[in-house]
């Protein structure tokens, strides 16, 4: 996912700075001689390439989130102290519920199924005595 994510940043970066290289070249090549100032044509093509692959790899990192997230949302919902769901369904109800709450701050119903909690009192975090 890391490499993925290093694809898309190294492809937005050059076709922004490839993009401002053609300006800058633009700029200052224009007042000299028409013919020079299409040397600021080679910049913009290679912007106009690197923006192209930041699209594809955006796309493919967004593919390798999605993939991730599928792959582990059960670890997440134990990280929230949430029990897991039984069904599809049930599954697709809590994450409603857990996105409204994100999103838009409304309050969840779900009881907390906390693996820490002795005779009613919560453990101190870790670390804490």
């Not at 492809?11 to 040397?39: E, G, H, I, K, Y």
């Not at 690197?50 to 997440?76: I, K, Q, S």
């Amino acid at each position: 996912m890391s490499d993925r994510r290093n694809t898309l940043d190294a492809a937005a970066r050059l076709s922004v700075t490839m993009a401002a290289t053609a300006v800058v070249a633009a700029v200052l090549l224009l007042p000299s001689s028409s013919w020079w100032a299409c040397l600021a044509l080679i910049p913009l093509t290679i912007a106009r390439v690197a923006y192209l692959g930041a699209v594809r790899a955006a796309l493919a990192y967004g593919e390798c989130v999605c993939t991730a997230f599928d792959l582990h949302r059960f670890d997440m919902l134990t990280a929230l102290h949430v029990p897991l769901p039984g069904t599809p369904e049930a599954e697709r109800a809590l994450n409603r519920q857990l996105c409204s709450a994100w999103r838009q701050g409304t309050l969840t119903t779900t009881p907390y199924d906390d693996p820490q909690r002795l005779d009613g009192r919560d453990r101190p975090p870790h670390g804490a005595a």
